[in-house]
């Protein structure tokens, strides 16, 4: 179905034009200024809601083609289906969530220019995750890396120029890597296309394949944060502005997503590639044990928050490495998961540090007698990340652990790949052990004096955390709503 309304490209032009307006306005309006960028994330959900709707009825995705460098061998071409959907929708409710919540979190200090920022930041998040062109979505790619790293290193803490510097320079490296598959796809190719690929590489040797999509698998690891990639993401979360670490999870979730595309849409050879599908399952192990044994360690919840971050990392490449559709699907269902309970984490740490002037874990407690509402938004966010029913999370994590079960026990058993989902499915207990033991240190106890002594909630503040609880409980007692959409995965890679 082709998008004959435009409805995808006004989707990413919306923000980007409404960003020097917003720039513009900062100075007059001030804090009144954000309500202005909800305006333009709105409309963009409302281009993405319709055709959502319509595949999720018909099944049929839509797809918008525009003349663009014909040297380059394809047209400038966006796609939303059963795979981006719902990806695309997170992060634009993510996003008007969010921008909520920075209306009552940000000091009135520049506001205009970190709106205008944080528009072009979504737009390079839906234009990297609606491109059916590879150079497109490598454009839109930088677009989200520069917004973010200036949005870290000017709003961002004490550390802010340290932490923005790394981030930039491991993503850059990351890119730069992505870009140079990029370009060794169009020369074996001829195409970038990516709905054209499959056919074009059919006849390449296996190892060609293996080595450019190699090559844009490391950039995409880079941005999940996988191990030994991840050392960014911690400095990163932590110095950012805390609405910019609540939409960070979506963001760093993105190079998931790409994998999914890549290897399912653009090169399905390698999903009987065992070597390939192997590696990627030691890294996702590694990095899931790895990322939950620090968050363990940790004393500030922002931070345990950011390992928590990479461990849920580990789990959505887990389910990309099934090299299943089942696992593929679960991945997908994480990245939604994720990013709605990541979001209301972080900006409950982030009420912690405005309210209570801290989000140390020695500090806090007794937060459910004084925060009613918090803590039970706070609550749902953790469950779904420890995978209880029947929040979303459990759905993701099910899916994934059981198309990795299925791809080692179909055919010839794979005894190694069998091995490394018991352990992943073991490394579970770490997520439900950092986040029933910080659920207990914050909520439960003996207040502290300063839970004693905090403020009302801020209703600004509360109200997004809501949202994105009531979407997490909702999607996972009617996880159809997303699965339905998600069967066009199916249908593309079959």
Not at 185 to 198: F, K, M, R, V
Not at 233 to 261: H, K, N, V
Not at 343 to 355: D, Q, V, Y
Not at 384 to 396: A, E, I, N
């Amino acid at each position: 179905m082709m998008d004959v309304n435009h409805l995808l490209v006004q989707s990413i032009v919306v923000p980007l034009l409404f960003s020097p307006i917003i720039f513009a306005l900062g100075k007059a309006l001030k804090r009144n200024v954000g309500w202005i960028t909800l305006l333009p994330l709105l409309y963009s959900a409302s281009c993405l809601l319709i055709p959502s709707y319509l595949i999720y009825i018909h099944g049929e995705s839509l797809l918008a083609s525009y003349r663009w460098a014909p040297l380059l061998g394809s047209d400038f071409a966006l796609l939303l289906d059963g795979i981006s959907a719902p990806v695309a929708l997170t992060i634009v409710i993510l996003a008007a969530i969010i921008c909520v919540y920075s209306i009552s979190y940000m000091e009135e200090r520049a506001l205009g220019a970190y709106f205008a920022l944080y528009l072009l930041f979504v737009s390079g998040m839906l234009g990297t995750v609606l491109s059916a062109n590879l150079a497109a979505f490598f454009i839109f790619f930088e677009l989200m890396l520069i917004a973010s790293w200036l949005l870290i290193a000017i709003w961002g803490g004490s550390e802010r120029e340290r932490a923005a510097l790394k981030y930039f320079v491991y993503t850059e490296a990351g890119a730069l890597l992505l870009l140079a598959g990029i370009a060794s796809t169009y020369a074996a190719t001829g195409t970038l296309n990516i709905l054209e690929i499959p056919s074009k590489a059919a006849g390449l040797p296996t190892s060609m394949i293996a080595l450019i999509v190699s090559l844009m698998f490391v950039g995409f690891l880079v941005k999940m944060a996988i191990f030994p990639f991840h050392t960014w993401l911690p400095d990163a979360y932590t110095q950012a502005p805390m609405p910019i670490t609540a939409i960070f999870s979506a963001m760093t979730g993105i190079g998931g997503y790409a994998a999914i595309r890549v290897l399912y849409t653009g090169f399905p050879q390698l999903l009987k590639a065992w070597n390939f599908g192997i590696t990627l399952t030691v890294l996702a192990v590694i990095t899931m044990i790895y990322g939950g044994y620090m968050a363990l360690a940790q004393g500030e919840l922002k931070r345990l928050l950011a390992y928590s971050s990479m461990s849920q990392m580990g789990y959505l490449l887990l389910g990309v490495a099934s090299q299943s559709i089942i696992g593929a699907l679960g991945a997908l269902l994480i990245y939604t998961a994720h990013g709605f309970a990541k979001a209301i984490l972080f900006m409950a740490s982030g009420l912690f540090s405005k309210n209570l002037g801290s989000d140390k874990l020695d500090e806090l407690g007794g937060l459910a007698g004084k925060m009613q509402l918090t803590s039970i938004t706070f609550m749902v966010g953790f469950l779904s990340l420890m995978g209880f029913p029947p929040l979303l999370g459990f759905w993701g994590e099910l899916f994934v652990f059981a198309g990795s079960v299925y791809t080692a026990l179909s055919g010839s058993i794979d005894i190694l790949r069998f091995l490394l989902t018991m352990v992943a499915i073991l490394s579970a207990i770490l997520t439900a052990g950092y986040g029933l033991w910080t659920i207990k240190r914050i909520l439960f106890g003996e207040p502290s004096e300063r839970v004693k002594a905090a403020k009302a909630e801020p209703m600004l503040m509360i109200i997004p955390m809501l949202i994105s609880a009531i979407l997490i409980a909702v999607l996972g007692i009617h996880p159809s709503l997303l699965t339905k959409l998600l069967a066009a995965l199916s249908l593309s890679s079959a």
